[in-house]
Structures are given as structure tokens and as C-alpha cells.
């Protein structure tokens, strides 16, 4: 019954920021990883960062600089935090969590949130 539900999509200016937003509920185990990834009309869905449960980072180079994920280990939930977007950016933003348990490794997908950057 793990669930992650993303907020904090919306429409921006280039160049304009957003924060999403992504909750996990549910029995999850402490390590763990939370990523986004997006995923434009007529592209293929595409890493754009991910945190480990101590803080590891990777970004994507496209986003190096100007996005930054961060977590919240008490509240479940992970951030990206988009400065300087660009119409490129336009995506559909998906949250996901790759939980390591004894009981074997499990991915868990957000429904998506839509972001739209204008020029």
C-alpha cells in the first residue's frame, strides 16, 4: 500500500522557478532511494535526479545548476526545487521511490505532474 503522491506542478515563465513536491505513505524501509524523472511528448522518460537515504545526489546534466533535490527522512517526502526553467523543460515529472528491504529491492511510481515553461 505505498503510495507517492506529487505536487507543486504548474505553468512558469522561462526562466521562472517551481518546487515539487512528492510524499510517500505507507510501510516503506529506511533505505531507500526517491528520484524524478520526466518525461516530454515524444520522448523517452528520462532520469533527472535522485537522493539516497544519507544524501547521495545525482542530477541529470541537462538540470546541473539550476535544479536541486533534497529530502525530508521524518516526513518522507522529496523535493526538486527548478530555478531557471526553460521551455525544454516541459514535461510530465514523475516521483519515484526504490525501497531496499531484506525482503528484496521494490519501485513505486508517482501518477505525474505536469510542467509547463513558456518562452
Known amino acids: 500500500q505505498v503510495e507517492l503522491v506529487e505536487s507543486g506542478g504548474g505553468m512558469v515563465q522561462s526562466g521562472g522557478s517551481l518546487r515539487l513536491s512528492c510524499a510517500a505513505s505507507?510501510?516503506?524501509?529506511?533505505?531507500?532511494?526517491l528520484g524524478w524523472y520526466r518525461q516530454a511528448p515524444g520522448k523517452q522518460r528520462e532520469l533527472v535526479a535522485h537522493?539516497?537515504?544519507?544524501?547521495?545526489?545525482y542530477y541529470a546534466d541537462s538540470v546541473k545548476g539550476r535544479f536541486t533535490i533534497s529530502r525530508d527522512n521524518a516526513k518522507n517526502t522529496v523535493y526538486l526545487q527548478m530555478n531557471s526553467l526553460k521551455p525544454e523543460d516541459t514535461a510530465v515529472y514523475y516521483c519515484?521511490?526504490?525501497?531496499?528491504?531484506?525482503?528484496?529491492?521494490?519501485?513505486?511510481w508517482g501518477q505525474g505532474t505536469q510542467v509547463t515553461v513558456s518562452s
Open positions: 505507507g510501510s516503506i524501509f529506511s533505505d531507500n532511494d
Open positions: 519515484k521511490l526504490v525501497e531496499f528491504s531484506p525482503r528484496g529491492d521494490f519501485d513505486y
Open positions: 537522493i539516497t537515504t544519507y544524501g547521495s545526489t
